[in-house]
């Protein structure tokens, strides 16, 4: 890190590895209230090549996006900090459900839903791709926690369907080592309610329907 505020963290940087939709715009505006060079949103996942790697320097702190290539990480910047966020899995997956489609699309797909047009092919082909999410959240979440297995000391987990804004404010800054006392943590990029409806409803019909072919319990509700 080169932030004057970070005092003996100037070495090292801080990857946020959880999956998106889980807090990560949040943790952005916590990292920019202690006036840290902070990069939101997936193209730093692409500068982790040889040739755009130089890139990174220009931030201290990373959050969004998914397949973070960790080892790359680890081993360009052995001094990194790694915060895993996480929450509810059908949580993630109706934020996620949003956050792909347009508003107008919402609508629009809410629209149909309400008007009885529910084997409308759009739909259904969405849902065969959002039967897909826990399994790609699961592995995610696996992929991290197998890198990071011996060294926990560097990596921070936040569960942000549990832990109260308070603790990880808190828990982030002692992790950090940050200077004062914890900054107040943000709940930014919120989705409002009214656009909630749809999203739900084809998420709990995917969960069913994908606990009914696994009764096992290959679907999980968290992670």
Same mark, same amino acid.
């Given at each position: 890190?080169?932030?004057?505020?970070?005092?003996?963290?100037?070495?090292?940087?801080?990857?946020?590895?959880?999956?998106?939709?889980?807090?990560?715009?949040?943790?952005?505006?916590?990292?920019?209230?202690?006036?840290?060079?902070?990069?939101?949103?997936?193209?730093?996942?692409?500068?982790?090549?040889?040739? !755009?790697?130089? &890139? #990174?320097?220009?931030?201290?702190?990373?959050?969004? +996006?998914? =397949?973070?290539?960790?080892?790359?990480? *680890?081993?360009?910047?052995?001094?990194?900090?790694?915060?895993?966020?996480?929450?509810?899995?059908?949580?993630?997956?109706?934020?996620?459900?949003?956050?792909?489609?347009? !508003?107008?699309? &919402? #609508?629009?797909?809410?629209?149909?839903?309400?008007? +009885?047009? =529910?084997?409308?092919?759009?739909?259904? *082909?969405?849902?065969?791709?959002?039967?897909?999410?826990?399994?790609?959240?699961?592995?995610?979440?696996?992929?991290?926690?197998?890198?990071?297995?011996?060294?926990?000391?560097?990596?921070?987990?936040?569960?942000?369907?549990?832990?109260?804004?308070?603790?990880?404010?808190?828990?982030?800054?002692?992790?950090?080592?940050?200077?004062?006392?914890?900054?107040?943590?943000?709940?930014?990029?919120?989705?409002?309610?009214?656009?909630?409806?749809?999203?739900?409803?084809?998420?709990?019909?995917?969960?069913?329907?994908?606990?009914?072919?696994?009764?096992?319990?290959?679907?999980?509700?968290?992670?």
């Amino acid at each position: 890190m080169t932030t004057d505020i970070m005092g003996s963290l100037k070495q090292f940087k801080v990857f946020c590895v959880g999956p998106y939709k889980t807090g990560t715009t949040s943790v952005h505006r916590f990292f920019q209230s202690y006036n840290l060079r902070t990069y939101h949103g997936p193209r730093w996942v692409f500068w982790c090549k040889p040739r !755009r790697a130089h &890139r #990174l320097d220009d931030f201290d702190c990373f959050s969004d +996006g998914m =397949k973070h290539p960790i080892a790359f990480l *680890f081993d360009r910047y052995p001094n990194a900090k790694f915060i895993y966020t996480k929450r509810d899995i059908r949580d993630w997956m109706i934020s996620r459900h949003m956050h792909r489609r347009g !508003r107008s699309k &919402r #609508l629009y797909y809410y629209f149909l839903i309400l008007i +009885g047009i =529910k084997q409308w092919s759009g739909v259904q *082909f969405r849902d065969e791709e959002v039967k897909k999410w826990p399994q790609e959240y699961h592995d995610h979440e696996k992929r991290v926690f197998d890198f990071f297995e011996g060294k926990r000391n560097c990596l921070l987990l936040i569960d942000l369907s549990n832990d109260l804004p308070e603790d990880i404010a808190r828990r982030i800054h002692e992790f950090l080592n940050l200077p004062g006392e914890p900054h107040e943590f943000p709940k930014k990029n919120v989705a409002p309610n009214s656009l909630r409806a749809f999203s739900e409803q084809a998420v709990d019909r995917v969960l069913r329907e994908v606990s009914l072919q696994d009764p096992e319990g290959g679907c999980p509700t968290s992670c």
